[in-house]
């Protein structure tokens, strides 16, 4: 499958981030083009860093092969889109994630943790104490059989630190 973004009413390029995770938990490869932005694609570094298998071609063009399984890890969320990704990652990963700076997220996504809860996500709120505020989101994975990726089972498997970045002026 190819998956490129255009103008509307096409495929919304704000989507790149959340459908090239969503391609790691899908069996077969799927080419990622976004047209219209050249740095919507420089996190995926940090999924391949979980685990994930990306080849980023161009600062368009990602193929994404799956299956993966992917790993914790202590992420640092760039932006509102790619921090969304980082959470639905650590949502899919093996074992804890932190995602540091989630301002980044909450600016389009209030309440994510608790919205994510309700859900049956293991994710959890750390507030810096100097500052009274939230400065990451913990995830943490169900146990998982040897399942495939993609079962039903794994859909909502990880869990996620969210952590909010410097305070703002």
Not at 62 to 71: D, K, M, N, W
Not at 82 to 108: D, F, P
Not at 145 to 160: E, K, T, V
């Given at each position: 499958p190819n998956r490129e973004t255009q103008p509307w009413q096409a495929?919304?390029?704000?989507?790149?981030?959340?459908?090239?995770?969503?391609?790691?938990?899908?069996?077969g490869m799927v080419l990622i083009h976004?047209?219209?932005f050249e740095s919507r694609l420089f996190f995926v570094d940090k999924l391949i860093g979980m685990g994930a298998r990306i080849v980023l071609c161009d600062p368009h063009r990602?193929?994404?092969?799956?299956?993966?399984?992917?790993?914790g890890s202590v992420l640092e969320s760039p932006d509102i889109r790619?921090?969304?990704?980082?959470?639905?990652?650590?949502?899919?990963?093996?074992?804890?994630?932190?995602?540091?700076?989630?301002?980044?997220?909450?600016?389009?996504y209030e309440r994510?943790?608790?919205?994510?809860?309700?859900?049956?996500?293991?994710?959890?709120?750390v507030e810096d104490r100097r500052n009274k505020c939230c400065r990451r989101i913990r995830s943490k994975s169900f146990p998982t059989?040897?399942?495939?990726?993609?079962?039903?089972?794994?859909?909502?498997?990880?869990?996620?630190?969210?952590?909010p970045g410097p305070p703002s002026p």
């Open positions: 495929s919304p390029p704000d989507s790149v981030a959340g459908a090239l995770v969503t391609a790691t938990q899908c069996t976004e047209k219209m990602a193929i994404v092969s799956g299956p993966s399984r992917l790993r790619a921090g969304m990704a980082m959470l639905i990652a650590a949502l899919c990963a093996e074992g804890e994630s932190t995602i540091n700076n989630v301002a980044q997220i909450e600016r389009g994510i943790d608790e919205r994510l809860s309700a859900l049956g996500a293991r994710v959890q709120r059989s040897p399942r495939s990726a993609c079962s039903p089972s794994r859909q909502i498997a990880g869990s996620a630190a969210l952590a």
